[in-house]
Structures are given as C-alpha cells and as structure tokens.
C-alpha cells in the first residue's frame, strides 16, 4: 500500500543519497541470440585506443551496448584501412567479420572536421553504406550515435535511437536536479537546479522540450520547458496538486492530473494552458496518464476497482475499459511508438518489476530482475525499455529489450537517479 500511495499521489517524495557525478556509464548482461559480427576499424587521425573521445569508439560502443551486434577486437589487424582501396578482405574473413565499418576524421577550414564512414559487407566484399559530414568539433559524439544509427537501420531494418537522449531527476546534497543525457549517458546537461523536488519530466515529441512538476512553490506546479532557450512557463498551477504531465503524439495537447475539484483524475489542455478538459470523474484515484500511440487513446492508472490497475479511455470521451487483469497491482502505463506494446510496472512477489503487454493479445511478460522498479519508457523504436530501480539501495538507470533478452544498467559514482523518460527520435 505504501508504494502504491507513493506511484498514485504524485511520486511526493522520492528517496535519494547524497553524492554528485557527471556521466552514466552502461553495463551490459547477455544479448541477442543471434549478433551480426562487425569490426569497426579505428577512424584515420584518431589514437587506436577504445576511448569515449573517439568518433569510431562510440560508434562500436552504441553496436555493442545494443546487443545485436558482436563487435571484434582489431587490434591483430596489421594494416588498419581507411579507404576501400586499403581494405584486405582476407584480414576481416580471418576474425569473422561479417560486415566492417571504416572512416577518416579530417580537419578543414573554419576550425571544422570532415568525418567519412563505410560499411562494407565482408563476405560479398561489397559497400553498403557511405556517408559524409562536415561538422563542428561540438558535433563529434552526436555524428557518432548517428552513424550508429545508420549502420543499426541497414544491418537492422528498423531505425536506431543512439542519437536520441534520456531525461532524469538526479539528487545531490541538497539539490534536485533535472538533467538530459545522451541515451548512452554521456553528454550530461542540468536543465533545472532546484532546491525542491522534481519530477515527472515529459518530453515534447519534437524533443525541444520538456514538461516537469516542480514543488518550488510549495506545492506540485506543471512547467514547460525550451531546451533551446531555457525559457519556462507554468502550465498548470490550479488549486491543490498539478502532476503527470503526458505530451499528446501531436505536441498540441498535454494530459495531466488535478485534484483542485475532486480526487486526483485526468484532465487534457493544451501546451499554452487553455482549453481545459476534464475527463475523467469519479471517486477513485486516476492518476498517470500515457497516450496511445495514435493520439485517440489515454491510459491511466486507477484503483475504481479497488486496486490500482491500468485502464484506458477515449480522449474524445466515452468508457473507460480495463486494461490489465494479471495480477493485484499494476500501475505506470507507457505505449510504444507503433502502439502494439504496453510497458508497466508490476507487483510480483519479489517486488515491484518492469513488465511488457502485447496489447493484441494482452498476454505480459515480467522483464525486470530487481524489487523496486519503476517509471518506465520505450525507446523510440520500441525496442528497449528504459526505467528506474533500486540497486543496493540507491536509485539507478537500467534498460532492457521487450523480450527480456537484453539487459543493461546505467552505473555511477553514487547519485541517486529516479524518474527517467526515454527522448524522441529528431532529425
């Protein structure tokens, strides 16, 4: 019951340590059943030492973080090549690359780099891929995930999310802060300091901003935030609490949760904070909403059947139908960007774990492994599941594959990180 007070009155307080840091870095356990084999060959004017500085090292540290790939040692390769004329299939087939990726790094004018990447298919000793950017200094690690991206969509046939970014709530000392990263957690900026707690962050579809409750107030406000500018306004700050914002898939509307008139139920306003639309109403607690994945649908937590359970209801009014039926707790609904999957968190009895529904046949899987999971996200591809949960006792990031396959975990130097929500994917 205390948990679930804790998930259905807003997440009011969340439990932190005490120490700062400035990049996640990601732990890997097990991985596809089938890896695609691929070197990645140290790009031209770069070291040959696996490092985060290099383009070449993030882009095979996404490949291998990813689980679909298994990504070969090349320091025994005698001649590194870096055009096609220097490539010696024979050296690539003898350590069983199926697919090899090269490039250069070049400096030009205006204090700007040309970086050129290949993907070559070994076996066929054919190109498949080729690209060329000129780009900033700044630009190197985004240019990186994005060829990562490239090469995942080719071999794949879906696209990548390594140049997409994660938002969460880290805690320090005395500080609460809402900070974005890369997906792989590096790159880590503090949008918002606060000396009051901050949660929920909800990303735009676009990716230019965020929505987030703030209790500088004294009481739990709804801001938008540019992650342009750094402009904020309120979006709601009606009597009693203001939580759980949701971005409608078009950017045009936010759901949320009041309590100004009733228990806490779900309301719909636009992003400039009119149009307010009431549509939920009943005596239960209906709290987090999450849309689906066409805009017409929001699912919701409530306990109206005296448990919490996850429901969903036509944004245009009508019935709401009940959605799970496993089990005696299931709250946190998220839906994937194709709307097939539903991502929650589930009471078992280990604890409260991450879990996946096949909304077509309503069948679930269990997928987390610790006791106090929560917040759950689908990447943009709807391949991974990022969340938060409790490792000896403090707050940490992990992500898994929808088929419980592939399992990772953000570490750090001690901060506790609660509340994550997994970017869009932006051009």
């Known amino acids: 019951m205390k948990k679930y007070l804790l998930l259905l009155c807003f997440n009011l307080l969340v439990l932190f340590s005490n120490s700062a840091r400035a990049d996640l870095t990601i732990e890997i356990v097990g991985g596809a059943a089938n890896q695609?084999?691929?070197?990645?060959?140290?790009?031209q004017a770069q070291d040959h030492k696996t490092n985060s500085n290099t383009i070449s090292a993030i882009v095979e540290a996404d490949l291998n973080r990813c689980g679909l790939f298994k990504t070969l040692d090349t320091r025994g390769i005698n001649t590194i090549p870096h055009s096609p004329a220097e490539i010696n299939f024979s050296d690539w087939t003898a350590i069983q690359a199926q697919t090899l990726t090269i490039g250069m790094v070049e400096p030009i004018s205006g204090n700007r780099l040309r970086v050129t990447f290949r993907l070559f298919d070994v076996l066929r000793q054919t190109q498949l891929l080729g690209m060329e950017f000129n780009i900033s200094q700044a630009q190197q690690r985004v240019t990186a995930h994005k060829i990562a991206d490239m090469i995942y969509e080719k071999l794949i046939g879906e696209p990548g999310d390594f140049a997409t970014k994660i938002a969460y709530v880290a805690k320090t000392s005395n500080k609460y802060l809402l900070q974005v990263a890369d997906a792989d957690g590096f790159a880590v900026q503090t949008i918002v300091t606060s000396q009051e707690p901050l949660i929920s962050p909800s990303w735009s579809p676009d990716g230019t901003k965020l929505a987030y409750v703030s209790f500088e107030k004294k009481k739990p406000v709804i801001y938008v935030q540019s992650l342009l500018t750094g402009q904020r306004s309120i979006l709601a700050n009606f009597k009693g609490n203001n939580s759980a914002p949701a971005w409608s898939p078009d950017g045009s509307k936010i759901a949320i949760v009041l309590t100004y008139s009733a228990n806490s139920q779900i309301y719909v306003i636009n992003v400039d904070g009119s149009g307010l639309k009431k549509l939920s109403?009943?005596?239960?607690?209906?709290?987090?909403?999450?849309w689906s994945a066409d805009g017409n649908l929001l699912y919701f937590t409530s306990n109206r059947g005296g448990a919490?359970?996850?429901?969903?209801?036509?944004?245009?009014?009508g019935e709401a139908k009940r959605v799970t039926f496993e089990g005696g707790y299931n709250v946190s609904p998220h839906i994937s960007s194709n709307g097939k999957l539903l991502t929650y968190i589930k009471q078992v009895p280990e604890g409260f774990r991450v879990a996946v529904m096949d909304l077509q046949n309503g069948l679930g899987?269990?997928?987390?492994?610790?006791?106090?999971?929560?917040?759950?996200?689908?990447?943009?591809?709807?391949?991974?599941?990022?969340?938060?949960s409790k490792i000896r006792g403090k707050g940490t990031l992990a992500a898994v594959s929808t088929d419980g396959k592939i399992k990772q975990t953000f570490t750090d130097t001690g901060v506790d990180i609660r509340e994550p929500s997994w970017g869009p994917r932006v051009n």
């Open 365 to 388: 899987q269990v997928l987390g492994n610790n006791s106090e999971d929560e917040s759950p996200s689908f990447s943009p591809n709807g391949r991974m599941i990022l969340y938060a």
């Open 308 to 317: 919490p359970q996850i429901y969903s209801m036509p944004v245009s009014g």
């Open 36 to 43: 695609i084999p691929i070197a990645v060959a140290p790009f």
């Open 281 to 290: 109403s009943n005596n239960a607690i209906e709290t987090e909403p999450a």
